[in-house]
């Protein structure tokens, strides 16, 4: 199996701050990965696919970026609905998840 | 509007069975494959399985082998997992998702499921 590892566990951040979300693969994942968000209590949302493409209807302040085995999500601009859980995912191999950043407001 | 909506969770003891389903609308359901993938309490995030479009191909993590099956019935555009032989382990939330072979496109609200005697 891939093993995906994400940093930070977790990150307390500022309004209007820029945040970044690190995701580093165990073997080269030619760009196949996706980035979710997690909002308390609901289910995972789809915010970015193929690494860089913005999902449907996501705000353009989140982006993402990366290749070979490392890769991030960069939120610009931090709202307060932003506050959420992120997981990166690989789909070069069966799915993996990363284990997760807990993102707070400061 | 793409809607997913999970059904059929609850307490069951370890070793019985439990079958999921998931009703679909808002899409052409049987142009996509299907997933769950489950979440265990506080935890991350953790694919079950996936099935093809039509159903000819069906994929479970090692884990689960053996004792799930996902099917799926496009007439209804309802997808399911059987689950047999449940263990404390298997205790989760079961999202069923859109999935095209590669990223989850979209989610169901999740339906809890607790293995515990």
């Known amino acids: 199996d891939i093993q995906m590892t994400q940093s930070p566990a977790s990150l307390s951040a500022s309004l209007g701050e820029t945040v970044t979300i690190e995701c580093r693969a165990s073997e080269d994942i030619y760009n196949g990965l996706a980035w979710y968000q997690q909002k308390p209590g609901k289910s995972p949302q789809l915010l970015i696919y193929?690494?860089?493409s913005l999902h449907t209807g996501v705000p353009s302040r989140f982006s993402g970026s990366g290749s070979g085995t490392q890769y991030s999500l960069k939120i610009n601009s931090l709202q307060s609905e932003d506050v959420a859980s992120y997981f990166c995912?690989?789909?070069?191999?069966?799915?993996?998840f990363g284990g997760g950043t807990k993102l707070e407001l400061k | 509007e793409v809607q997913l909506v999970e059904s059929g969770g609850g307490l069951v003891q370890p070793g019985r069975s439990m079958k999921l389903s998931c009703a679909a609308s808002g899409f052409t359901f049987s142009n996509y494959g299907m997933a769950w993938v489950r979440q265990a309490p506080t935890k991350g995030l953790e694919w079950v399985a996936t099935?093809?479009?039509?159903?000819?191909?069906?994929y479970y993590r090692d884990s689960v082998k053996g004792r799930f099956t996902i099917s799926r019935d496009n007439a209804k555009s309802t997808l399911y997992l059987q689950m047999n032989s449940l263990r404390s382990e298997d205790t989760a939330t079961y999202y069923c998702t859109s999935h095209s072979g590669y990223y989850f496109d979209y989610w169901g609200q999740g339906v809890m499921v607790t293995v515990s005697s």
């Open positions: 995912q690989q789909y070069y191999d069966y799915p993996t």
């Open positions: 193929n690494a860089n």
């Open positions: 099935i093809s479009y039509d159903g000819s191909s069906t």
